[in-house]
């Protein structure tokens, strides 16, 4: 954890680095309501590396996030590569394994999705990409509050008013969709 932290120290901006403190202790808290075996911790622990290591290839330079895919033989759309900042997941799950050893799946995958979630995400994933959006120094998001509270609800609500505001932004926004945004998107909508 310490290794990790002065990574991030290092390679994040101060705003960035704050954000990602505050997802990881958000994961933590989310991953206690959630534990699917209350008789130990693997689980919280689980959520607060995931959520400590989320954003690590955020500030990475565009062009050595390609080089990076492509030396390692990491799979990316055209849509990716022309928005690059979406393959701050992908390159950050391979930093994690390469650099830190986190093996665990579950995590690895946390991280892979957490920009545009996936149809059938598990727990982990579900709270990464919620705590990703409901963190403490968020700025200021319609609903934000609301959402604050449901997310200790019911996590699949969460995740669909969540698509719903990022669809409604990006639409306003003349951003284009990720397709797999937009898998998310229907996935959660009548659930
Ligand atoms: O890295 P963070 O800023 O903490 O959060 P994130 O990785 O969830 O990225 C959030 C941004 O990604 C937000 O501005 C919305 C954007 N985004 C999510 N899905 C899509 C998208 N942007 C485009 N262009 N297309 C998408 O499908
Ligand atoms: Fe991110
Ligand atoms: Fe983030």
Same mark, same amino acid.
């Given at each position: 954890m310490k290794k990790i932290k002065k990574y991030l120290k290092k390679h994040l901006t101060k /705003?960035?680095?704050?954000? &990602?403190?505050g997802v990881a202790y958000t994961? &933590?808290?989310m991953a206690m309501k959630y534990n699917p075996d209350t008789t130990n911790s693997d689980f919280i622990r689980k959520a607060e590396l995931a959520g400590l290591l989320h954003d690590c290839a955020k500030n990475m330079d565009n062009n050595k996030k $390609?080089?990076?895919?492509?030396?390692?033989? $990491?799979?990316y759309s055209d849509f990716e590569a022309q928005n690059t900042y979406l393959l701050h997941g992908k390159v950050g799950a391979f930093i994690a394994?390469? %650099?830190?050893?986190?093996q665990d799946e579950d995590i690895l995958n946390a991280i892979i999705w957490h920009t545009t979630g996936r149809p059938g *995400? #598990?727990? @982990?994933? %579900?709270? $990464?990409?919620?705590?990703?959006?409901?963190?403490? #120094?968020r700025k200021p998001?319609?609903? @934000?509050?609301?959402?604050? %509270?449901?997310?200790?609800?019911?996590?699949? %609500?969460? *995740? /669909?008013?969540?698509l719903?505001?990022?669809?409604?932004? @990006?639409?306003? +926004? +003349?951003?284009?969709?990720? #397709? *797999? &945004?937009?898998? &998310?998107?229907?996935s959660y909508k009548h659930e």
């Open positions: /705003e960035r680095y704050q954000h &990602t403190l994961a &933590t808290a $390609i080089r990076i895919c492509d030396k390692n033989n $990491i799979p394994k390469t %650099k830190f050893h986190v *995400m #598990s727990t @982990l994933e %579900k709270i $990464i990409f919620i705590a990703d959006y409901i963190e403490p #120094s998001i319609p609903d @934000l509050d609301y959402i604050r %509270k449901l997310a200790f609800e019911d996590l699949d %609500k969460t *995740m /669909e008013t969540i719903v505001n990022t669809i409604n932004y @990006l639409q306003k +926004n +003349n951003k284009p969709f990720d #397709s *797999m &945004t937009l898998k &998310t998107y229907d």
